[in-house]
């Protein structure tokens, strides 16, 4: 069998504060024995449970990057029982370009798991997360935002698993994160997603989407932190009291949650992120791009709920998500 080529710069097992990297080997045109250098710090203090936290799963997601950037700095180890294990950029050749999958292989890291440890350069990082690092964890924290083509509210999120028992503790745990919606979601296609890669192996994960338009804002990267925070604490590896705000708490029942252009054309938003919809209104339109005197196509929920992401950039294709509806739950 072959055996994964990443190794850590630094020891994932010592006690204290450790900086470094994870070196994954990569021949290329401009450096024949180069390497793509992945950030890593790992924070250690006795016995107790580990937390995996990631950002840049997608590389033009920012909150993420910006929280654990800040928690790898400024945690010492007395902060913690256990150890924290914080690679900000995920799928760093990604991060470095500012876009969704990596330039490398134009390979999705969360559609890429369990992925190949003699795969493309994204492949065996998912291999060396699943193979490696998940085993080593009991929580982990995947942050996402909408990147460049989608945005959303604020939300922190589990699955409806088969599995009760880790769902019951994935949903606690996104309850502790406590950013201003907690959603129970459904995905698209969750083949291949790193979220399936840590359910299946019955670890406790929390996934966010915390706004998108590829940036962040003041706002977004304060909910993440403080729910990074909180959900540390939930799982006693942080010490600390939970910062408990109001939180929506939303479902998504069945797949008319999502609402897909059936044109391409221009954009128009009509309700905004957080609105509350009924059956029937008027969410989208999508107007022609090339001619003038033509109605523009309409979307409109299929169910009544709150709008908790939309297609971001004014022009949209043919088959883009344009809105996505959560359905409070009380
Ligand atoms: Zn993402």
Known sequence: MTRNPITPTIPLDRDGVHHGHLRLPYSR????????????????????????????????????????????????????????????????????????????????????????????????????FQTTLLPLADLAVDFHSGGGTLDFVPFAAAHILDDKSTQDRCFKATEAFNAPYSVELLEIDNVGM??????????????????????????????AKRG??????????????????????????????YLFSAAEGLHEPMVDLGAEVRAGDLVARVWPADRTGIAPGEYRA?????????????????????????????
């Open 29 to 128: 045109d401009d450096s024949a024995w180069g390497s793509v250098m992945i950030p890593l710090t790992v924070i250690k203090n006795g016995d107790g449970p580990t937390a995996l936290l990631t950002g840049a799963n997608h590389g033009d997601e920012y909150e993420g990057p910006i929280a654990l950037q800040e928690l790898a700095l400024t945690t010492r180890p007395e902060d913690v029982t256990g150890r924290l294990i914080i690679v900000p950029a995920f799928n760093y050749p990604a991060f470095r370009a500012g876009t969704r999958t990596s330039p490398i292989d134009r390979v999705n890291l969360n559609r890429a798991f369990p992925g190949r440890p003699d795969g493309t350069v994204t492949e065996k990082i998912a291999d060396y």
């Open 194 to 223: 790193y979220d399936t890669a840590v359910e299946a192996m019955g670890k406790t994960l929390v996934t966010t989407e915390l706004g998108g338009g590829r940036s962040s804002t003041a706002l977004s990267n304060a909910i």
């Open 228 to 257: 990074l925070r909180n959900v540390l604490i939930h799982a006693a590896i942080l010490r600390g009291k939970i910062e408990t705000r109001p939180t929506v708490t939303l479902t998504m029942p069945d797949d008319d949650c």
């Open 302 to 330: 299929q169910r009544d709920g709150v709008l908790i992401g939309r297609h971001f950039p004014g022009l949209i294709q043919m088959g883009d998500c344009i809105a996505v509806l959560g359905v409070p739950k009380d």
